[in-house]
């Protein structure tokens, strides 16, 4: 087994980490929801978010439920939950959301490996850890669409044939220009949360009025 530790992003990454192993670990955690658990045949990264790394969470989490209320499009949010392809991999985004698939799940308290749809939404902050592992893992679940913030830029990333692939346009809330959400989240830590939220659903309503 190889380990790599990186104390300045609070990540742990291990290899040659047995399916038992990692669900193991998922049991022995889950009293300590901060740590978030990716694994992928074999590779397992280990980390804990940073406050930085929450607050942009939050935020685009907000931006997609302000989207849904204004276009009257119903979701599901499930946050942080952790979705499996049995003995292959596993992943906890840091948000997700169900559009599309939202009567399959609706209602349900436990979530069976390779039995339940794949979230139509996954929000990933790369602020402080890359999400390549975390790409790999929800390709291999099908989760159709990743929006990324870096710190830097906003992008939508969408699942084709060779994997996830830039796109200028949501599947889940077209004709709207998404790319501008970047101008919104360069604000974050300036402005405050409810008034940069209040912002940005005037934006959407000027968008769809």
Not at 8 to 37: C, D, F, M, N, P
Not at 179 to 198: P, R, T
Request: hydrophobic share 35%; charged share 25%; net charge negative.
């Amino acid at each position: 087994m190889a380990t790599t530790v990186n104390s300045a992003v609070e990540k742990v990454q291990l290899s040659g980490i047995s399916w038992q192993t990692y669900e193991a670990l998922l049991s022995e955690l889950s009293s300590h929801r901060r740590l978030r658990l990716t694994y992928n045949q074999g590779n397992l990264e280990i980390m804990v978010p940073s406050p930085e790394h929450e607050r942009y969470k939050e935020v685009i989490g907000r931006f997609v439920e302000t989207l849904a209320e204004e276009l009257a499009i119903r979701i599901e949010p499930l946050d942080s939950t952790t979705f499996q392809r049995l003995g292959r991999s596993g992943a906890e985004p840091d948000k997700c959301f169900y559009v599309k698939n939202i009567d399959k799940i609706k209602g349900k308290k436990r979530f069976q490996p390779n039995e339940e749809p794949a979230p139509d939404l996954v929000v990933e902050i790369d602020i402080t850890s890359s999400s390549e592992q975390r790409f790999a893992v929800y390709q291999d679940l099908g989760v159709p669409e990743v929006w990324v913030y870096n710190g830097k830029s906003f992008q939508i990333m969408q699942l084709q044939t060779d994997g996830y692939v830039v796109v200028h346009e949501s599947s889940i809330f077209p004709n709207l220009p998404l790319d501008e959400i970047d101008n919104f989240l360069q604000q974050v830590g300036d402005v405050d949360y409810l008034e940069l939220v209040k912002t940005f659903r005037h934006w959407v309503k000027n968008q769809i009025d």
